[in-house]
Each structure stands twice: as structure tokens, then as C-alpha cells.
């Protein structure tokens, strides 16, 4: 049974409370706290089985579970917050007086309600029956706290300098950082806040952190792994200050248009429909609460979702480009290493294509090897020529091979699977109650398989483009473990600083390191779960394995696949 919205609402909050008891009861001593948590949530499952059914009951819990961690992650870095607030009372700091607009918290959310609203809508005239309504319930209990998380950073954000230890802090109970001004790669003013570049859902490779408060001026901070925005009063003063810090030296201004300007109005319309058709589900919402006031047959709805999700796909290459703001790389010496590349792999009109991002990594998109881009962030452009050649060749056999139009086929193969037992259990089941225990173990089934089915697909297509994308490197296996050597290192040690600037110094003490195999619940995920096997993985094999893609390599992943998810 799909619960009302007013029983949905009640769950939700029910789960906040739990976290926010548990919270509390934790400032007063941290042992005893999480026993009495823990012991309110057991006795939450309990009321919420001793009203409920079993299989209705799990339907609750997951409305109360998933506010209970939706409000935990909003509270994940309080830690830091009065770590750092502490430390300012001891330290002789000045502070930074930010530019405060309301009208820059209103553009932040306005523009998240509008790709919400489809949802919005679904959920108050939609069927009552329709298992998505459940499922954009769901994923509104993560939007909202996101939201709320900005409203508040906005209204409590303040900012410390420590001139003489070199350190600037980044203070909000929500979201607080402690950076070492001596990682900054560099600093840079912009002449306002760019919205379509910062709001999260309207981004692709993001690693922006908005602690913008106005659409004035704009100081960008760029370091290891996160790039900050911040917007304070007298930005020459302070840009010649961070100037000390910037060994790039960049002294342009970036000139930054509204959203709203003429020459905007492509970009934000392509951003909107990124959010609301990739990021969310608010585009398809919409299609389907429209056939359902048309009173269409089920076969309309296959016929009308299918062919809006054919379209998404056919220009999912320029869509793509425009959530990345990617521009074309001009480098000659680049271009004609990517054109050597492309010729190898035997690809035609393949356009080659940087974003802004701290991420180190890559993407090949396009559904047609006519119409396919490769996308580099402005991070993996400064490793060396031979690992990024070792990056453009794994891309190149995605597109090659058509990973991206055979990923989203066998994605659409689970869904219409799934529609089609939703449409024959509607059509031959005249009471659900009867089946109500195998329709939820199937439900449940089909939630834990469709990840497990993708990252199978996922993984596989990843070992062949490691393994294939060799054959076109002038040294092979080798150039291409050190191309992932060299990309993982860096993409390590920016992440562990990104992570150390909100982390309590009593939790710096382990570095991760994608290069070392990892313990076993981990290895369990990253084969089980993610889209990529992992990299100690990847590479080791490529050193084994010198004769090319074939079915020893497959094997070998097939069998680590297990092997590596359950040994010590």
C-alpha cells in the first residue's frame, strides 16, 4: 500500500526527531547517547511493524530511515563546526565581512522548487496508487535537506583569517572548512556569482563549494580537490591578499552575466532540462501525470516515456555539454594527440572537449560514433602528455564501442522489465493483498539487482576499455598503468585535502589511497556496486596481462569479481 501524504509526512519527521534526540542526547555523553538512539530507533521499527503489515512495513521505514539519514548527513560536519569555533577563541583571527543579499537565496531556491515542481505536482494530483509518487517522496526528503542546508549556510556563514598561521576558515554549523591557504592552486575574482555554474543541480563534475551570499563580486578560491566561492565587501583588498598565496598568478577578471541575461537564456534553458530530465525525475514526472489527466491507455504511456527518454538520448552529447560548461580544447599538440588516437580506434568526428572541475577524470558521451565528445576536466589536462593519451584512448573505446548507447539500452531493457510486471500484476491480479509477499519480495529483488546489474555492465565495459585502449598506446599495457597510476594519485591526494579542510583534526590520520587494496566490505562494494572495479585492481591486471582483451582478462574479472569481495 502506497501511504497518504499526511502518513508519509508523519515518517518523515519521525526520523528527524530520532536523529535530532540522539543529537541532543549526545552533547551530554556520546556513549550513552547513541545506546539511547539506537534504542528509540528499535523501538520506531517496532510501532511501525505493530501498525503495519510486514510488507507494508518496510514501505514506512524506508520514509523514516530516509529522513533519519538525510538529517544525519546535514549534520555530519557539526564536529568540524565547533571544532573550528573553539579554535577561534583562541586564535587572533580577523574577520571577513561578506556582501548579504536575499535575492541571491531566493535564485538558489526558486530555481530548485521549478525542477522540483513536476515532482511537486505529481505527488498532489497524481494516481494514489503509482509507486512514483512513493519514489519522488523519497527523493525530496534528500532535496529538501540540501535546500534547508543552503538556507541556513547562507543566513550563518562567517569567515575567519589567521594571518599568522596561513589559515582561513569557512564557519556555518552545516558546513564549516579549515583550508591551509598554502594549497591554494590559485585565486581569482569574478564579476558575480555564477548561478548556472554553482547551483548543484544544474552541474556536472562538480566540486564547487557555493558560499556565495550575494551576486556581487565574487572571490574564487581554487585548492586540492574543491573549488570556493565567497562574496565579500572590498574584493580588491582581499584579492591582493590571496594574490600571496596564488602561485598562477591570474590577475584577469572573469566578466560573469546574470542568469537571466539574453545571452544566458540558452544555457539556463539547457540547464533546466538537464536537472529535470537527468539530474531528477521531475521531466518524466510530467509526462506521465499528463497522460494520466489524458486518461491514456497503458500502451501510450510505454510508447510516450520511450520515445521521450529516445530523444534524451539522441542529444544527450549537447546536453551534456552545456550541464558541463565544457568548451572545445584548443591545444594543437593536444588535438593531435587525440586525432592520432581517434585514427587508431578508427572513430570519426570525434570532438575533444575541457571542463572546469578539480575532479580528476574523463567522459566520453554521445550515443553515435558520428556525433560522440570526449570530455577532460581542467584537472587530468595537467598531468603529463602520456597519461593523458593513456585517458584519451580509454574513451576513445567507449565511444568505439557504443558504451554509452548500449549502457542506457540495457538500463531501458530493466525498466520495461519492471514496467511489464507492474502491467501484468495489474491485469491478472484482482486482489494484491493476496500476493502482497511476493510482489514485495520481487520489488525488493528488482531495487538490489538493478544496481548489481548495472555496475556488472558498467565494470565490464570499464576492464574492456582499459584492456583495448592499450593496443592504440605506443607502450601498451604499461603506458596505461601508468596513466591510472599517475591519475589516481592525483585524484588521492586532492581528495584527501578536500576531505582534511572539514575534517576534525582527530580523524587525520589514515590517507586513502586507491593504489592499495583496500579491506574487504570495500572491495565488496566497488565490485559489487560501483561503475568502476577497483583501481589497485586495474592496474594490477594490466601488468599481468599483456596480451591485449580476450577472454583471459574477462575470466580473470568474472572470477575476481567474487574472489576479491570475500577474501581478507
Same mark, same amino acid.
Given at each position: ?23 541532543? @542526547? ?30 507494508? $512495513? ?23 563546526? #565547533? ?9 587572533? &583571527? ?13 535564485? =538558489? ?43 541556513? &549556510? ?41 548561478? +548556472? ?9 562538480? %566540486?564547487?563549494?557555493?558560499? &556565495? ?11 586540492? $580537490? ?10 580588491? #583588498? ?70 521521450? /527518454? ?29 586525432? %592520432? ?10 570532438? *575533444? ?24 576536466? !581542467? ?25 554509452? *548507447? ?5 538500463? !531501458? ?38 544496481? @548489481? ?32 597510476? +599517475? ?30 587494496? =583496500?579491506?574487504?566490505? /570495500? ?13 589497485? /585492481? ?8 599483456? =596480451? ?21
Amino acid at each position: 500500500m502506497i501511504p497518504s501524504l499526511q502518513e508519509s509526512f508523519l515518517y518523515i519527521v519521525a526520523g528527524c526527531i530520532i536523529q535530532v534526540i540522539g543529537r541532543m @542526547l549526545s552533547h551530554f555523553h556520546r556513549k550513552i547517547g547513541i545506546v539511547l538512539e539506537i534504542f528509540i530507533a528499535l523501538v520506531a521499527v517496532g510501532v511501525v511493524f505493530y501498525l503495519h503489515s510486514f510488507v507494508d $512495513g518496510f514501505i514506512y521505514l524506508a520514509l523514516l530511515s530516509t529522513s533519519y539519514f538525510a538529517f544525519q548527513m546535514l549534520t555530519i560536519e557539526q564536529k568540524k563546526y #565547533k571544532e573550528v569555533k573553539g579554535k577561534l577563541l583562541t586564535i587572533s &583571527t580577523e574577520k571577513i565581512i561578506l556582501t548579504r543579499h536575499s535575492k541571491r537565496i531566493v535564485a =538558489d531556491v526558486g530555481i530548485s522548487l521549478f525542477i522540483l515542481s513536476a515532482g511537486l505536482i505529481f505527488l498532489y494530483v497524481g494516481p494514489n496508487e503509482s509507486p512514483l509518487k512513493y519514489f519522488i517522496l523519497i527523493s525530496l526528503v534528500s532535496a529538501g535537506s540540501e535546500i534547508y542546508k543552503r538556507i541556513y &549556510t547562507f543566513y550563518d556563514l562567517q569567515v575567519f583569517i589567521d594571518r599568522e598561521n596561513d589559515r582561513l576558515y569557512f564557519l556555518s554549523r552545516y558546513q564549516t572548512r579549515e583550508v591551509d591557504l598554502h594549497d591554494c592552486e590559485f585565486s581569482q575574482i569574478e564579476s558575480s556569482a555564477d548561478l +548556472l555554474k554553482l547551483h548543484p543541480y544544474l552541474t556536472l563534475f562538480t %566540486t564547487n563549494t557555493d558560499f &556565495t551570499t550575494s551576486f556581487t563580486s565574487t572571490l574564487r578560491l581554487s585548492l586540492p $580537490g574543491e573549488t570556493i566561492y565567497f562574496t565579500v565587501e572590498n574584493i580588491q #583588498k582581499w584579492s591582493v591578499f590571496f594574490k600571496q598565496y596564488d602561485p598562477a598568478n591570474r590577475k584577469e577578471t572573469i566578466e560573469v552575466l546574470p542568469f537571466y541575461h539574453v545571452k544566458n537564456i540558452k544555457r539556463l534553458l539547457s540547464k533546466l532540462y538537464f536537472a529535470a530530465t537527468i539530474k531528477g525525475v521531475s521531466a518524466y514526472s510530467g509526462v506521465i501525470l499528463l497522460l494520466y489527466l489524458l486518461h491514456a491507455p497503458p500502451w501510450v504511456y510505454i510508447l510516450c516515456v520511450g520515445g521521450y /527518454w529516445g530523444i534524451n538520448l539522441w542529444i544527450s552529447d549537447k546536453v551534456l555539454k552545456v550541464a558541463m560548461d565544457a568548451k572545445e580544447i584548443e591545444d594543437q599538440e593536444l588535438q593531435i594527440l587525440a586525432s %592520432t588516437i581517434f585514427k587508431k580506434a578508427k572513430i570519426k568526428n570525434v570532438k *575533444l572537449y575541457e571542463t572546469e572541475s578539480a575532479q580528476y577524470n574523463g567522459l566520453a558521451t554521445g550515443m553515435n560514433i558520428g556525433r560522440a565528445m570526449i570530455t577532460l576536466t !581542467s584537472s587530468t589536462l595537467t598531468l603529463p602528455k602520456q597519461a593523458i593519451e593513456g585517458i584519451l584512448a580509454h574513451e576513445a573505446i567507449h565511444v568505439q564501442k557504443r558504451d554509452v *548507447l548500449w549502457m542506457q539500452i540495457w538500463k !531501458s531493457i530493466y525498466v520495461g522489465f519492471v514496467i511489464l510486471m507492474v502491467l501484468l500484476i495489474q491485469n491478472y491480479v484482482d486482489d494484491i493483498d493476496t500476493v502482497k509477499v511476493p510482489v514485495f519480495i520481487g520489488i525488493w529483488l528488482m531495487m538490489i539487482l538493478f544496481p @548489481l546489474s548495472q555496475s556488472f555492465v558498467s565494470q565490464w565495459m570499464e576492464v574492456r576499455a582499459d584492456h583495448k585502449a592499450s593496443e592504440l598506446l605506443p607502450q601498451k599495457q604499461e603506458q596505461m598503468a601508468k596513466s591510472l597510476i +599517475l591519475l589516481a594519485e592525483k585524484h588521492d591526494y586532492a581528495m584527501n585535502k578536500a576531505t582534511s579542510y572539514s575534517m576534525v583534526e582527530s580523524e587525520k590520520t589514515k590517507q586513502i589511497s586507491s593504489l592499495e587494496r =583496500d579491506s574487504w566490505i /570495500w572491495r565488496f562494494i566497488e565490485f559489487q556496486f560501483m561503475a568502476h572495479p577497483p583501481m589497485y /585492481w586495474r592496474i594490477r591486471t594490466l601488468k599481468e596481462i599483456q =596480451d591485449g582483451w580476450g577472454r583471459r582478462i574477462w575470466m580473470k574479472w568474472l572470477i575476481d569479481r567474487f574472489k576479491e569481495s570475500v577474501t581478507k
